[in-house]
Every structure is written in C-alpha cells, then in structure tokens.
T-cell receptor, first 114, second 113 residues
Framework: EAQVTQNPRYLITVTGKKLTVTCSQN?????MSWYRQDPGLGLRQIYY???????DKGDVPEGYKVSRKEKRNFPLILESPSPNQTSLYFC?????????????FGPGTRLTVL | DAKTTQPNSMESNEEEPVHLPCNHS???????IHWYRQLPSQGPEYVIH???SNVNNRMASLAIAEDRKSSTLILHRATLRDAAVYYC??????????????FGKGTKLSVIP
C-alpha cells in the first residue's frame, strides 16, 4: 500500500532532550516536507526537500533540522526541544515538486515538550 | 501569495449534496486551485484541483467561476465520512517557490445523519 509513515505517533519529552521524528514514503517520491499544525495557526511548513541531499527552509524552520540521505526517508530532528515546539507534526511527499502534483500526508506525530 | 476566503463552518444532511465555496479574488493566471480535506485525527488528504475548467473525480467536483475569482467544491452525496475540515488552496504554477501548500483555516463540514 502506498503510504507515508511517521514514527513515533505520540511523544512526550522534556526540554532539551534531543529527539528525531522519522518519516518514510514507499512511493519513490522526490519531494518531501514537514509541517506543524497548531490551533488557530493552521498548518505551516517547516522544511522541505526537492530530492536527495537537497533541503531548504520553509516558513518556520527555527529549532529544527532535517536530512535527506535517502529518497524514501526525511527525518525531522529537534536538537534541543522547547515547550513552544509542542505541536502536531505532519510529513508529506509528492512525486515531484510541481504545483499540480498531489501531496500525500502521513498520519501525524503529536509531540509534547514539558 | 494569493489568499483564499472560506466560511468557517457548514452543515449538511447525510446523502444531500454539499457546495463548499471559496473566494480567491487576487488569484493570478498561473495559480492552480487545490482542495484538501482533513478528517478528524488524520493528516490532510487531496481531494481535487483545477486551473480554469470544471473538474470531476471519484471524490468530488470542482466548479470554477469564469473569472476564476471563486470556486466551489461539490460533494454529490454527503456521507458521515465526509465530515472534515476542507481547505481551498492556491498553488503557484509559475515554477517559483517551495511548492508548499499554504493552508488557511478551512471550512469545517458537519454531516447530520
């Protein structure tokens, strides 16, 4: 089944403890991105990747890192999480980076930083 | 970026058609109109998109005004599973930008059994 998977789905952590949220897609998509969703603010893009080894900042990149060493994986790294990064995170992918292309979203990761 | 305006919420009876409006008066000639929806506790999912002509697929129809300043997503027979937040999004087709989806607040559709 074609899908985007994220792990973990739920995570409670403490301030400053490094964490990684994994994202994997099995559709051979070139474009991948991360969004966060907060009440009243909607979904906002954190980082995106046009292809392997090509990444760039979205609208809210502060406090996050990403890497794209393989086509299928696009992990989101929080090196020193803070409470304002408590949010619902979604990974998305599409075949290419094109405005007509469909983006497929993962099921989400709910992160709480205490 | 061109913006969209949608009603905050709408209600529909089950098995009735639903027309979800979207205004985008500042749309540019290269902007595509996309619709995504987000069911409770799930990630957004693609519904439909178009540029100038009306579009149909298995999920919905998209009616685009002749001047492209508004569009309407049509669900032909609402089911309980269609209860979701529906987002109308403009995507720049000129080749510039990060190809991100810029989500607004969307329309929360409630379906009454």
């Amino acid at each position: 089944e074609a899908q985007v998977t994220q792990n973990p789905r739920y995570l409670i952590t403490v301030t400053g403890k490094k964490l990684t949220v994994t994202c994997s897609q099995n559709m051979n998509h070139e474009y991948m991105s991360w969004y966060r969703q907060d009440p009243g603010l909607g979904l906002r893009q954190i980082y995106y990747s046009m292809n392997v080894e090509v990444t760039d900042k979205g609208d809210v990149p502060e406090g996050y890192k990403v890497s794209r060493k393989e086509k299928r994986n696009f992990p989101l790294i929080l090196e020193s999480p803070s409470p304002n990064q408590t949010s619902l995170y979604f990974c998305a992918s599409s075949f290419v980076a094109a405005s007509t292309d469909t983006q497929y979203f993962g099921p989400g990761t709910r992160l709480t930083v205490l | 970026d061109a913006k969209t305006t949608q009603p905050n919420s709408m209600e529909s009876n089950e098995e009735e058609p639903v027309h979800l409006p979207c205004n985008h008066s500042t749309i540019s000639g290269t902007d595509y109109i996309h619709w995504y929806r987000q069911l409770p506790s799930q990630g957004p999912e693609y519904v439909i998109h178009g540029l100038t002509s009306n579009v149909n697929n298995r999920m919905a129809s998209l009616a685009i005004a002749e001047d492209r300043k508004s569009s309407t997503l049509i669900l032909h027979r609402a089911t309980l599973r269609d209860a979701a937040v529906y987002y109308c999004i403009l995507r720049d087709g000129s080749g510039a930008g990060s190809y991100q989806l810029t989500f607004g607040k969307g329309t929360k559709l409630s379906v009454i059994p």
